[in-house]
């Protein structure tokens, strides 16, 4: 089976949840079904708050990541990642390199400008994009509208099997 994994990149209060909900049509972090591109209904674990800034999950360690936040083998993880990990925390790449080496097909979608912050520096993603030939997709303008990015992210990176 295929497994792929979706990851928005962010800073903090950035909208990833936000566009996560858009894209999905999911509240709350758990396994749902979701649309492949050619039609096909998929499991997916959606997770919805980061996992850098959600104070329950501040003790997963990248190599337990995804089982221990419940994922079970689902088609499709789709989860956001904080540009800049806090203090004690993981970086964003860690959650990355463990997925790549579980055979997930890694795809990343970043958030250069937020709607509702300053613009974020990106080049650190770009190269660990570049690094590992990783699919990708740059929100450059990001406005308040979730749907609309999460528009560009299905049309981009969602599977297509």
Request: hydrophobic letters at 40%.
């Amino acid at each position: 089976m295929n497994k792929t994994a979706i990851f928005v990149i962010g800073e903090e209060k950035s909208g990833k949840g936000s566009i996560i909900r858009a894209l999905t049509g999911c509240g709350a972090r758990g396994a749902w079904e979701v649309i492949a591109l050619n039609g096909r209904r998929i499991k997916a674990f959606i997770v919805i708050s980061s996992l850098q800034e959600n104070k329950e999950t501040k003790l997963i360690a990248p190599n337990e990541f995804p089982e221990a936040i419940g994922y079970k083998n689902e088609e499709l993880l789709i989860c956001p990642l904080e540009i800049r990990a806090k203090k004690g925390l993981y970086n964003f790449n860690e959650y990355l390199n463990v997925c790549i080496k579980k055979k997930f097909e890694v795809k990343v979608a970043v958030i250069k400008n937020p709607w509702n912050c300053k613009p974020t520096n990106i080049d650190k993603v770009e190269e660990y994009m570049l690094q590992n030939k990783l699919e990708n997709v740059i929100l450059h303008i990001c406005d308040s509208d979730a749907h609309t990015q999460s528009r560009i992210i299905r049309d981009m990176l969602y599977p297509r099997y």
